[in-house]
């Protein structure tokens, strides 16, 4: 036969109970946290994807490219000249 349940049973596992909501509380909080900054990281990287993109289809970055594939040349050359 089991043992009847006092008041102060009740009352410990009523605040363990509510000490585990709290945690889980917490726990969601950061989590959300976390998600928000994730997305907001996803936002700036798309809008950075955007921002490189329409910069390389503009006419000014066409007609610069033999400039700067010569720069990277020339540095390259330094590099493995030792300059």
Request: aromatic share 8%.
């Amino acid at each position: 036969m089991t043992e009847p349940v006092t008041t102060t049973d009740w009352e410990a596992r009523a605040r363990a109970a509510e000490a585990r909501v709290q945690e889980l509380a917490a726990e969601r909080a950061r989590l959300w946290e976390e998600l928000q900054e994730l997305r907001s990281q996803r936002r700036d990287d798309a809008h950075y994807r955007d921002l490189a993109r329409y910069m390389e289809s503009t006419a000014s970055w066409r007609v610069t490219r033999p400039l700067r594939e010569a720069k990277r040349v020339y540095v390259t050359v330094r590099r493995f000249l030792g300059i």
